[in-house]
């Protein structure tokens, strides 16, 4: 029987982002995923305006109460959390993950703090604001952006030794820290645990698909799961990005199923 995981984030029906984006990485991996979306969307606003509806924190919450009735969270070997619609639906989040910490000390949490990227949030402050204070200390793991990490820390975030200076500042054991400029043209991802880190990096390449922080985040959650260490994950993940990347360049959607299938 496949282990089971909660994942609550954004559905888009064309152009894989959020649990689009993560959702099949995990299953790949063989867990079982109760996903939950905050808003619903026809495609990711890059590809054009898109039509959908933000799930009201009412109904966002009966779905997490059914579940739990059901007994599907007590089951939950780990939980993933990305894109939020509104700062009561990060509360409601926040409430259910803590009770399950409550029963299950053991349960990886991932939190893909989704805020904002080049310069300037695109979640609201109050979204935003309610990610850094009720879902991050429960975090097992983060996996923020350089942008991210500096909003989260009040600090200036815009190379690899600045960003180990402000995850330094952040209690959280496991950071995974995303598009950090190393250099002329390349960008690394960090695996920061404690005063130790692993490192990938990659060269930026044009008209790259939406989707690719929320793919390598479920990669990463799925691998840590499976039992390898940071850097084995991050170096696991980042191999299957970098397929999917390589197969969509100057594509509308990224091709996760791809890269999953033949991740070399």
């Known amino acids: 029987m496949p282990r089971h995981v909660l994942s609550m984030s954004s559905q888009v029906a064309y ?10 990485a995990l299953q790949a991996a063989g867990f079982a995923v109760s996903q939950i979306p905050t808003i619903i969307l026809s495609n990711h606003p890059g590809l054009g305006k898109p039509s959908g509806i933000k799930l009201p924190p009412a109904e966002f ?20 959390t990305g894109y939020f619609a509104s700062p009561d639906q990060v509360k409601i ?38 990610i850094r204070d009720e879902l991050l200390p429960l975090a097992s793991c983060i996996t923020p952006n350089c942008f991210e990490l500096g909003w989260l820390t009040g600090k200036t975030v815009s190379s690899k030794a600045e960003v180990l200076r402000a995850a330094a ?21 960090l695996a920061i645990t404690g005063s130790d880190y692993a490192e990938t990096s990659s060269t930026v390449k044009v008209e790259v698909p939406h989707g690719t922080g929320d793919f390598l985040a479920g990669l990463y ?15 696991l993940s980042s191999g299957i990005l970098e397929s999917a990347i390589s197969r969509s360049l100057g594509q509308p959607c990224l091709d996760i199923i791809g890269a999953l299938h033949s991740p070399s």
């Open 169 to 189: 500042t952040l209690p959280h054991k496991e950071i995974l820290a995303t598009s950090i400029p190393v250099g002329p043209g390349n960008l690394a991802t």
């Open 93 to 130: 989040a926040a409430s259910f993950i803590h009770k399950m910490k409550d029963k299950n000390p053991l349960l990886y949490v991932l939190v893909d703090p989704v805020l904002g990227d080049d310069g300037s949030l695109y979640v609201s402050n109050e979204v935003a604001t309610a």
């Open 61 to 80: 919450e009966a779905i997490l109460k059914s579940l739990n009735t059901l007994a599907v969270l007590d089951i939950c070997v780990g939980v993933m």
């Open 15 to 24: 152009g894989p982002v959020g649990n689009s984006a993560s959702v099949p």
């Open 221 to 235: 959650f799925a691998s840590r799961l499976n039992g390898f260490a940071p850097p084995e994950a991050l170096k």
